[in-house]
């Protein structure tokens, strides 16, 4: 939207360009100036027989140049600052007041940009910007009130019926299963939004220390056995006897767990899950792939943002922030985390870190 709009004078500003003041103060300098000239014509000029109607015509003639020269110097801040500035400070009003469809427009052409241009372009990507993060924050708190809404509902609905007097044991059983798996769903999900809440809020530092990454890939593998072997999923380890890095060892903890959930949801029963380790003199990089649903091209621009799920008919395992957390990780730990997938094959998730020691 192009303000084309008068611009009014804000209330708030009390001074002016033009002032009389500054009019007297350049009259008396214009003064100054031309008795000195006249104090260097005197030594070739005898000004004592200057009648005083030319004194005075003298005076008239500088009051009037004067004035010439304040209202075109008025003129030129007028046009050059004032009236930008005034159409920035009312843009930035708006956008103050919540409109983010604000957009000023370059004084002059692009070849011809001066500093000015140059702050309206700067304000109007810094507006874009604020939009874009006030559409995630609605965004948030809709993902948010539905994640939380969801679990919810469950516990309430299967607690009432937990009431009923005719209930049998094995129902009474499903009943308070079902209210335990949305509790701890719900409880997850919580835990989740404050872990990312203080890692993008850097209120999580990292402590980095040597420790062996090939000892803690096994132990977080392993930790996941049971759930591989219920879908009858075949794991394969291809990892060092040893890789000793300088990083935060239970942030890094938190990045293998929700890799090895993710291939273990996604990977259909009978399919495979592996994992490979490799260093060189100063990188460590690991990678978990599967043979599961794969992701696709459009599903691949979101995968790291908030509550996206691109399979929803896994989206009752999960809340979708499990991502959105490994990505914030590697980057306080100054790793790279890329994907690769093909819709229908798998996926392949690579993480790369330096070792640091």
Known sequence: ????????????????????????????????????????????????????????????????????????????????????????????????????????????????????????????????????????????????????????????????????????FEQRKEYTDTIITASRRLTALVTNMLKLNKLENQEIRPVAEPYDLCRQLCNCALSFENLWEEKGIEFEADIEDQAVIRADESMLELVWNNLFSNAIKFTEPGGKITLKQTSDEDTVTVSVSDTGCGISDEAMKHIFDKFYQGDTSHSSEGNGLGLALVLRVIELLDGSISVKSEPGKGSTFTVRLRKNI
Do not use: C
Request: glycine residues 2%.
């Open 1 to 168: 939207m192009k303000i084309k709009k008068q611009i009014e004078k804000d209330s708030r500003v009390k001074t002016r360009h033009f002032a009389w003041i500054e009019y007297a103060l350049t009259y008396f300098v214009l003064l100054t100036l031309s008795a000195g000239q006249w104090m260097i014509f005197n030594k070739y000029v005898n000004f004592g027989s200057v009648p005083p109607e030319f004194i005075w015509s003298m005076l008239g003639y500088w009051a009037i140049v004067t004035a010439i020269f304040s209202l075109v110097t008025h003129h030129q801040i007028r046009k050059k600052f004032d009236e930008p500035m005034r159409r920035l400070s009312e843009a930035a009003r708006d956008v103050a007041n919540g409109d983010f469809s604000v957009y000023l427009e370059p004084i002059h052409a692009s070849d011809k940009f001066d500093y000015m241009d140059v702050m309206f372009e700067d304000f109007n990507k810094m507006v874009e910007e604020l939009g874009s993060i006030e559409t995630l924050k609605s965004d948030f708190i809709a993902n948010v009130s539905h994640e939380i809404k969801t679990p919810l509902s469950v516990i309430q609905s299967y607690a009432m019926a937990l009431q009923k007097e005719n209930l049998s």
